[in-house]
């Protein structure tokens, strides 16, 4: 656990770590209590953490630099099969897209994917303020032009 707070966590895997730091920085600028854990591992993952945040926060973000579907399923099943769903958690996943992806500098794959810190914090913010929107609002735009 790198930060310890009440209102939103983000469990974040791999390499993507330093931005849901940056991420989390800013929700605590704006008054949001944040937790933030490492998952470090995909297999076997911390139950124990990932129960701790699913019974201690109304919302969860999964953030992770890979395809969708993997961890993010695994977490979403388990938090599924323990019912912390039933109970208004609130749950969003940001992953790269199921598409072929250009060659460029990482940061810009970053952005067109909707995981900087700016497309995170939006998505995050929602989550804390009960504002109901998709994950990775503006890769799902950029969708609807192609």
Known sequence: MLKQGSDIAILSLGTMLDVCLEVADKLEDIGVSVSLADARFAKLFDRVIVRNLA???????????????????????????????????????ASLPDEYIDHAERSSQLVSAGLDVDSLFAVASQLAFDKIDSGQAKYFKNLGNK
Do not use: M, W, Y
């Not at 019974?55 to 977490?75: C, Q, R, T, W």
């Open 55 to 93: 019974i201690s926060h109304k919302a969860l973000l999964l953030i992770k630099e890979s395809s969708p579907g993997g961890f993010s399923a695994h977490i979403l099943q388990f938090i599924a099969c323990e019912a912390f769903l039933d109970n208004g958690l609130k749950v969003r996943t």
